[in-house]
């Protein structure tokens, strides 16, 4: 009798494997991955990659000399104040989503939060290269799409930044100037059209007009002084918005018979948590314009403390004098406002100074908001007066009692206290060359979205329904009452 071959087991299935074998047995269904020698191979794939990875970074840095305390501490502080300015954006999402109506605020949301990607993609592509060029033109001058993040040795001995941290910090400035503009076009402007001039912004307008003052163009050799970007940053920021408000037209019901029509926030609270974000934000953006840790970015962070802090006591004084009770709308715009009034001359101003410029800034926005709202200009954030307008006055005020320095005795080059009147008109042509460059190249940018999209507003039906439903087909507060 023969013997008979033992029958031949079942394969077991992926469905009956233990969490152990499923691997493996997943690995064997792969042709050319069933034999053992096969995944030895496979397993010394990641092996090889690691060491060349660990190979690659040792030649690297056997190329550096040892870090010094100074470099390090400069690039550390640099990525700290870029985390702070990236985290603004939290802060104009909150003021602006709890400054508008609950039917806008996934659009609102929205805006914020993608543009922000936006601003860095278009800025990496192509706005870094534009605004920090290696040109002499005094224009601007393109370097080259992306830019060159190689460490050097003459970096880690200069202590100076290196190239990714310094492109961050900046990119983070790109998306304020995108960010700003979102509230002078809330709740009517079409969510496409918006982003796709967010590019434009990001991408060629505000880097070319910020390489005038922070690339060494001709603003600077005139002398024109933007510490941390009032006019380059939120100025820009603003009057872009501005034209993009204008066209758009005002929110359905803001104006009866030519008269304003006010149309309260849905939260208060998140405004107010987005005002107190911004202001801890702004820590970064203007001590962090210092671009190093040395004495002088304490004494940037108390001048901006004390702006900020007169812009709310002055716009609260104002507000209640002119409505009879504290506005909690003109307390966020003027701590704002204060903030907006010193990034400029935050290195070229005392102390006592510094609370001065903010406290007329804040006396300055309650009265702009009034005015754009005469003048038919619907702004649903007061963006244009906080950005815009108080940005031409921390320009102009570094002109008025600016000092030469962060040094205690420093000269003083404003108008009033002794410099004279060249710097006041050298501040002056600045403010002027950001408002008519931004005012042409972004009506000629929103035209153009528009003819191609056929509008950048959104329908009567969308708008009154509101853009959550008609742009994104969901809303913020699906459990609660909607009140339109």
Request: charged letters at 15%; one cysteine or more; glycine letters at 12%.
């Given at each position: 009798m023969t013997?008979?071959?033992?029958?031949?087991?079942?394969?077991?299935?992926?469905?009956?494997?233990?969490?152990?074998?499923?691997?493996?047995?997943?690995?064997s269904k792969v042709r050319g991955l069933s034999s053992t020698h096969s995944l030895t191979w496979l397993a010394c794939v990641p092996v090889a990659l690691f060491g060349l990875g660990v190979f690659?970074?040792?030649?690297?840095?056997?190329?550096?000399?040892?870090?010094?305390a100074a470099f390090l501490a400069n690039n550390l502080w640099l990525f700290i104040a870029t985390i702070?300015?990236?985290?603004?954006?939290?802060?104009?999402?909150?003021?602006?989503?709890?400054?508008?109506?609950?039917?806008?605020?996934?659009?609102?949301?929205?805006?914020?939060l993608f543009v922000f990607a936006l601003a860095v993609t278009a800025y990496w592509f192509i706005g870094y290269s534009l605004m920090y060029g290696n040109g002499d033109n005094g224009w601007f001058y393109f370097a080259g799409l992306f830019f060159d993040p190689a460490v050097t040795p003459e970096m880690v001995e200069e202590a100076a930044l290196v190239p990714t941290v310094d492109f961050l910090f900046q990119a983070a400035f790109a998306g304020t100037a995108a960010t700003i503009v979102s509230g002078l076009v809330a709740e009517r402007v079409k969510f496409g059209e918006f982003v796709v001039f967010a590019?434009?912004?990001?991408?060629?307008?505000?880097?070319?007009?910020?390489?005038?003052?922070?690339?060494?163009?001709?603003?600077?050799?005139?002398?024109?002084?933007?510490?941390?970007?009032s006019s380059i940053v939120h100025s820009v920021g603003a009057w872009a918005g501005l034209v993009g408000a204008m066209l758009l037209g005002p929110r359905i019901g803001k104006f009866v018979e030519g008269r304003p029509q006010a149309i309260p926030g849905h939260n208060m609270a998140?405004?107010?948590?987005?005002?107190?974000?911004?202001?801890?934000?702004?820590?970064?953006?203007?001590?962090?314009s210092e671009l190093a840790m040395d004495q002088y970015v304490p004494y940037v962070a108390v001048t901006t403390t004390l702006a900020a802090a007169g812009g709310a006591i002055a716009a609260t004084i104002v507000s209640t004098m002119t409505s009879g009770k504290p506005d909690l709308t003109m307390i966020i715009n003027g701590i704002l406002a204060g903030l907006v009034s010193i990034t400029a001359g935050c290195g070229n101003m005392t102390l006592v100074g510094s609370w001065v410029a903010g406290a007329v800034g804040g006396i300055i926005v309650v009265f702009s908001v009034a005015?754009?709202?005469?003048?038919?200009?619907?702004?649903?954030?007061?963006?244009?007066?906080?950005?815009?307008?108080?940005?031409?006055?921390?320009?102009?005020?570094?002109?008025l009692w600016g000092v030469d320095g962060m040094d205690p005795g420093s000269a003083g080059i404003g108008l009033l206290n002794g410099g004279g009147i060249s710097q006041l008109g050298i501040q002056a042509v600045g403010c002027a060359a950001y408002a008519i460059w931004t005012l042409i190249t972004c009506w000629i940018a929103w035209q153009i979205i528009g003819g191609l999209f056929g509008g950048?507003?959104?329908t009567e039906k969308e708008?009154?329904?509101?853009?959550?439903?008609?742009?994104?087909?969901m809303e913020a507060y699906p459990d609660f009452a909607s009140a339109k």
């Open positions: 013997a008979q071959p033992l029958p031949r087991p079942r394969p077991r299935t992926l469905r009956e494997a233990t969490l152990l074998e499923a691997p493996q047995l997943l690995l690659n970074l040792s030649a690297k840095a056997a190329e550096l000399p040892e870090l010094n702070l300015v990236i985290f603004m954006n939290a802060g104009f999402a909150m003021v602006e989503a709890g400054m508008c109506r609950q039917k806008n605020a996934v659009n609102i949301l929205a805006k914020n590019l434009v912004l990001t991408a060629i307008i505000y880097p070319i007009s910020g390489s005038w003052q922070w690339n060494g163009g001709w603003l600077s050799e005139l002398g024109f002084i933007d510490f941390a970007g998140i405004a107010t948590l987005g005002a107190l974000i911004l202001w801890i934000g702004w820590y970064g953006f203007n001590p962090g005015a754009l709202d005469s003048a038919g200009i619907d702004d649903p954030v007061g963006a244009f007066s906080v950005h815009g307008v108080c940005g031409i006055w921390g320009t102009l005020v570094i002109g950048i507003r959104v708008e009154i329904e509101g853009l959550d439903i008609g742009e994104h087909g």
